[in-house]
């Protein structure tokens, strides 16, 4: 019985995001109006499908025991150079190339940063914080205006609308975070992403190529921070060359909140999703409550900061639940060696 | 106040007291949770010595020094202070340096980043009354000091340039000169020192001795302690053997003292008679075992030269030496961890290999255990599932996906095998404790199925229990299908499990023992460098 009650102690305290989100959704389905409806739901979905894709891209960094604050300017940069490489080369190049052209300039960002950072041993804060003031730079000068008229198939994954009003947007970005989920759980390479971040001395004496690992985890991140371009592209209609920005500071919150932590090795994909979701919620009932713009942002650094203290404070609740458990095990023994004695 | 000041205040008072004894401990003992580190010890230090204390690993010392230095609280006993004819039943760090007590230790507490004047006056600048910091005093008062003791380097050189020999020589000339203390404790300072180092460092210590400083020096080379003590006290499983003037001692009494006879520990007494027992049943075995791993000629400068040496399967080699002897360094080599220079690794009599990263070495079946659990070995924020199968993975998956159910009998099985103590595979390994954690890693290490098995201090701080345990399985699972070289922090350890010993000594190996000429004495002197016998070339 005692097993099954701790068990339910530790789901809990993992997945503590989640009860925070459904306490609040509960509370506001009761005092704010028109939050608790179909369409405000799939709205919040719709809105943070690329803030989702950031929070995924700086959590798997993060796991690896890096950062990667070049995100919010890759978010711009690879859709807005994949189309001007494009209209540069022929005015009828296929949709579907494009995007595969966005997702391998990405690519190429991840891969550039990664080797950076693992080769010649640069600082990821550093490292990533100067590639993102260069990219954003290259993006203000090779796009000053709006880039418009895209093909309706670039847009078509931020904008079109599937079944029941629910945006391809929103399916996209459930379809990655469950293909993240079996890769970091299932997978081979999930587990050595895990113990790279957790302790990479052990990990390459282990017998894990370090220097491998952190690297595919920036490719992954620069291509995620691409198809989250791809998204917002779609959702705006164009390409502007202030997307993304001052998204790279919410994705660290998003993957924060869902207990992944500066350290490294530690973090769920699922935890990140309910991060990605909190975010959206406040994001939205704060609207719909009217609250002014520079209060949400005061508001989001609160949430942040107490992310940090349930953080700690997790991880004591935890330890003593276990010792508990231990010495409820010794003293058992205890008690059966006393009768066996007797 | 300047350096000749303090000198005045501290120098002449001892001489007066009877005997000249400045410190005294009297029936110290120390007992940690489950083993006695110090059993009723008492030594007298006297004023203008050099007093040494020898002893194996886990003897004692570094618990005495540390209690003496007040980093750790003794259980029982009084420590004396002649000087103001104090009685202690403990010491602080604080109170340790109030009374005179000053300590250098094996790693250098330092700021890398500081230069050598500003590590050099370190807690105590000296201010002018605004507080600001009297740098070129403080400059010229330094290059006083290295001048005095004929030390040349240049003082604005940051502190992490200097090798760590020559960081050692800094600390020992900061703790005689401007901490100025009565009674210096160096505890194996010289363990890196190269001959020249060596030289300087004693006749320092000789000025330092007429200049009338209590030195307690405590080192893993005899001949050292020999050359500079006047006395020397021998330790031996937490208890004092013997305290004898430097005229009345020689190497050879020394190592048998060290060495000792009896053995203490009645159950791991049993064990070992029935390890020893197996071991001679399995040397035919081994005969007709072929050769699993071959090492040629490998190089390392600085750390060690042309080893040589032939594994065969089912048999366990054992690799011994002194710190800084080279054992690390060669396992880690053979594992391509931190790769050696020259030299080849020949793997089942196959082609010449070199190993140039621990992957390679580990899918081509050499496996290594760290020394150091703590950084090098476990991944602590993971559960004790993930991090038993970390290197096993690559054989538990398929296509890169992991087979859970695989995964999960086999931790089961392990932790039901090394009886590890958690609550569930799930647990982070942070929360386990040190024999515990030691086990996962060694099961880490022993699931892998490897052909060389290369165990780097595998029975490093834990009780005896769980020694025994991993002993048994060395000896009863891991040489069945593999070859394994272990080293062990004490010579007993290996002289149960193995069937042949290497000898280390200054990164080359000097000498053979088979199983049957297995003599703890002998081997203690060969580590320090004495008795070598000639052998031909080692195969």
Redesign the interface.
């Known amino acids: 019985m005692s097993g099954v009650k701790r068990e339910l102690q530790l789901i809990v305290l993992d997945n503590l995001i989640w009860v925070m989100i459904i306490f609040l959704v509960f509370i506001n389905s009761i005092f704010v109006q028109n939050f608790f409806t179909y369409h405000n739901i799939i709205n919040i979905f719709y809105h943070s499908s690329s803030l989702g894709l950031l929070v995924l891209a700086q959590g798997i960094v993060l796991i690896a025991g890096k950062l990667d604050l070049s995100i919010e300017s890759t978010l711009a940069f690879a859709p807005g150079i994949a189309i001007l490489l494009c209209r540069a080369l022929s005015p009828e190049i296929s949709p579907v190339i494009q995007i595969a052209i966005t997702l391998i300039i990405g690519m190429i960002i991840g891969l550039i940063n990664g080797m950076l950072i693992t080769k010649l041993k640069m600082n990821p804060l550093l490292e990533t914080l100067s590639a993102n003031i260069i990219l954003r730079g290259l993006v203000l000068f090779l796009i000053p205006f709006s880039i418009t008229k895209l093909s309706p198939g670039y847009t078509f994954a931020g904008s079109a609308k599937t079944f029941g009003n629910v945006q391809v947007a929103v399916l996209i970005m459930f379809c990655i975070f469950l293909i993240f989920m079996f890769i970091m759980h ?4 999930g ?2 992403l ?2 790279t971040g ?2 990479p ?9 370090v220097n491998k690992m952190i690297i595919y985890s920036f490719i992954i991140s620069g291509v995620l921070a691409a198809s989250a371009g791809i998204l917002t592209t779609g959702r705006q209609g164009l390409i502007s060359n202030q997307m993304g920005a001052n998204l790279g500071i919410m994705s660290l919150a998003g993957a924060i909140l869902g207990g992944v932590t500066f ?1 490294g ?2 973090g769920t994909v699922f935890g990140m999703l309910g991060g990605v979701v909190l975010l959206g919620l406040f994001d939205n009932f704060l609207n719909l409550l009217a609250v002014n713009v520079f209060l949400i942002a005061m508001i989001k650094g609160t949430l942040i900061l107490f992310a940090i203290i349930m953080d700690s404070v997790k991880t004591n609740i935890r ?1 003593s639940i ?1 010792e508990k ?2 010495l409820k ?1 010794l003293t058992e023994k205890m008690q059966k060696s006393i009768r066996h004695g007797m | 106040m300047t350096l000749e000041k303090r000198e005045k205040i501290t120098q002449p008072e001892a001489l007066n007291k009877t005997d000249n004894i400045v410190l005294e401990v009297r029936s110290l003992s120390k007992v940690f949770s489950g083993t006695t580190a110090l059993e009723d010890v008492s030594i007298k230090f006297k004023h203008g010595e050099v007093h040494g204390i020898v002893g194996k690993n886990g003897a004692g010392k570094s618990t005495l020094v540390n209690i003496l230095s007040g980093i750790i609280l003794p259980s029982t006993g009084k420590i004396i202070i002649k000087k103001n004819d104090k009685e202690f039943n403990f010491l602080t760090p604080e109170r340790a340096k109030k009374e005179g007590i000053v300590i250098v230790t094996q790693k250098p507490e330092i700021v890398p980043d500081f230069n050598l004047v500003q590590n050099l006056f370190l807690p105590q600048y000296k201010e002018t009354k605004i507080k600001t910091i009297k740098w070129k005093e403080m400059y010229f008062e330094a290059k006083k000091v290295f001048e005095q003791a004929g030390f040349n380097i240049n003082l604005t050189r940051k502190m992490s340039d200097l090798t760590l020999s020559e960081q050692q020589i800094f600390l020992t000339l900061k703790a005689f000169y401007v901490d100025n203390q009565d009674i210096v404790i160096l505890d194996e300072v010289t363990s890196s020192f190269s001959k020249k180092e060596q030289d300087f460092f004693f006749k320092l210590i000789d000025e330092q001795k007429k200049r009338g400083k209590s030195i307690i020096f405590i080192s893993h080379r005899i001949d050292e302690v020999l050359m500079i003590c006047d006395c020397v006290t021998i330790m031996r499983d937490g208890k004092v053997v013997e305290t004898a003037e430097r005229s009345a001692l020689n190497q050879e009494k020394i190592c048998s003292m060290i060495v000792g006879t009896e053995n203490y520990d009645q159950a791991y007494e049993i064990n070992k008679f029935s390890l020893m027992k197996r071991c001679k049943k399995d040397a035919e075995n081994i005969m007709q075992g072929g050769e699993v791993l071959a090492i040629e000629g490998l190089t390392k400068e600085g750390y060690f030269w042309d080893i040589n040496l032939t594994l065969k399967r089912g048999e366990i080699l054992g690799l011994v030496g002194l710190v800084g002897s080279g054992r690390t360094e060669i396992l880690k080599a053979i594992s391509g ?1 931190e790769p050696a220079e020259k030299g080849w690794v020949i793997l089942e009599g196959l082609e010449k290999r070199k190993f140039l ?3 390679d ?3 081509s079946g050499i ?2 255990l ?1 020394e150091n659990r703590e ?8 559960s004790v599932l ?1 991090n038993l199968t ?2 096993y ?2 054989r538990l ?1 398929k296509d ?3 087979k ?1 159910k695989k995964e999960k009998k086999l931790v089961n099985e392990l932790i039901d095998r090394f009886k590890i103590d958690t ?1 569930s595979p799930e ?1 982070e390994v942070q ?1 386990l404790s040190g024999g515990n954690r030691q086990k996962v890693l060694f099961g ?1 290490v022993a699931s892998t199925k490897a052909k060389v098995f290369l165990l780097d201090e595998a029975t490093k701080g834990i009780d005896i229990a769980a020694k025994v345990s991993i002993l048994r399985e060395i000896r009863e699972r891991l040489s069945l299908s593999a070859g394994v070289i272990v080293t062990a922090p004490g010579i007993g350890d290996l002289l149960v499990i193995c069937d042949r010993t290497l000898v280390l000594f200054e990164g080359r190996i000097t000498c053979e023992f088979k199983r049957e000429e297995f003599n703890e004495l002998e081997i203690y002197q060969a580590v320090q460098g004495l008795n070598i016998k000639k052998t031909e070339k080692i195969r």
């Open positions: 299932r997978t081979r390479f587990r050595f895990i113990a957790g302790n001395r052990a990990s390459y004496i282990a017998g894990i190529n350290e090795g530690r330890i276990l458990e231990k095990i | 961890i990263n621990s992957w070495a580990i899918q496996v290594y760290t950084e090098d070995g476990l991944i602590n924020v993971l993930k970390l290197s993975l690559v998956s890169f996906v992991i859970v609550v647990e929360n880490r």
